[in-house]
């Protein structure tokens, strides 16, 4: 799949999106990845079956905008229908303008589509079976306002900086879930977490999580908040308000892009491959070739879904009253 950047963003966002089953020799047998993007018109797009479904939300304001990557967990069955499921979820959730009020409407959804799948599952079986997930990274893009972030799972939002590619967000992950007992220090997490790959989740939209009782799991989503992460992790809570830098682009990705021995190195590189790239499908076409033409070593056969959100340089109001009034 070529970027698809044809959305109507500006003149406040640069906006694109790819999602491919895999790169290379051998890929997955299919994408169980998807993502969603509704621009400033309420023109939609995501995942059906693998191939892009466009739509227009009705009732949609003028200048806001949702856009979301998702990864279906493939090793607990039904992982493309979860994501499905979920992005068609996404489009039926009115515009939120406050963080709380995102959270509680994406915490409604992961209730219902939970009890929908459990019944499906009981129905087809006549016993219950292990429960599907899929991870949800998304930024919802109030008219005028600041980013809100909303986050579970393993995939991530990078802030891609002219000298690094810094995560915004905390996988959810066994490595978590030590650093949160004090199991783990801040080298350890960073080097589990983020040197190495360890396909293991602790947490999915749909599937519920491990963070509240490591031997169960519980139906309820447990956000990871400020009081609740260690210090040297507080600046980065699942759902809270963002601040962008004029001077980045912002990647939501699932993991197929760090799937190897070392992600770190892999991240590392980022900058300068990214450097003088002119808009975000540009950034995309860097991010996949580099996968498909020079991969790091080791790389996973996985499924990979990126968007890229850049902030447009926004016009200075010129006009203004004089400091002196004639008399």
Not at 55 to 71: E, F, M, Q, T
Not at 140 to 169: C, F, I, K, M, W
Request: aromatic letters at 8%; one cysteine or more.
């Amino acid at each position: 799949m070529q970027p698809i950047a044809d959305f109507r963003f500006a003149p406040v966002y640069d906006l694109a999106v790819a999602s491919l089953t895999g790169c290379g020799p051998v890929t997955r047998a299919e994408n169980q990845d998807n993502f969603v993007v509704i621009d400033f018109e309420g023109q939609a797009c995501r995942l059906e079956g693998g191939a892009p479904r466009r739509s227009r939300v009705a009732g949609w304001p003028r200048g806001h905008g949702r856009v979301a990557v998702l990864d279906g967990m493939g090793g607990h069955g039904h992982g493309r229908e979860a994501a499905e499921a979920v992005a068609a979820g996404l489009l039926a959730i009115p515009p939120c303008t406050g963080v709380d009020e995102l959270a509680r409407r994406l915490d409604a959804l992961h209730a219902e589509l939970q009890e929908r799948f459990a019944q499906a599952a009981e129905g087809a079986s006549g016993s219950a079976a292990v429960r599907p997930g899929t991870t949800l990274t998304l930024l919802e893009l109030p008219a005028g306002g600041a980013p809100l972030l909303y986050h579970v799972g393993d995939s991530r939002l990078y802030e891609l900086r002219p000298d690094q590619a810094v995560p915004l967000t905390v996988d959810h992950v066994p490595a978590t879930g030590a650093a949160l007992a004090g199991r783990l220090d801040e080298a350890g997490w960073w080097r589990q977490v983020h040197g190495q790959h360890t396909p293991q989740i602790a947490q999915a939209f749909i599937l519920g999580n491990t963070f509240a009782d490591p031997a169960g799991l519980a139906d309820s989503l447990y956000p990871l908040g400020a009081a609740k992460l260690p210090p040297w992790l507080a600046q980065w809570p699942d759902r809270r308000v963002l601040a962008l830098r004029a001077d980045c682009a912002y990647l939501l990705a699932t993991d197929g892009f760090w799937s190897c021995v070392r992600p770190d190195a892999f991240v590392c590189h980022w900058p300068l491959l990214f450097a003088g790239a002119a808009d975000a499908a540009a950034i995309l076409d860097r991010l996949f070739g580099a996968l498909e033409h020079d991969p790091p070593p080791g790389l996973h056969p996985d499924n990979l879904t990126a968007l890229v959100l850049r902030p447009l340089p926004q016009q200075s109001d010129e006009t203004a009253l004089p400091t002196d009034t004639p008399k």
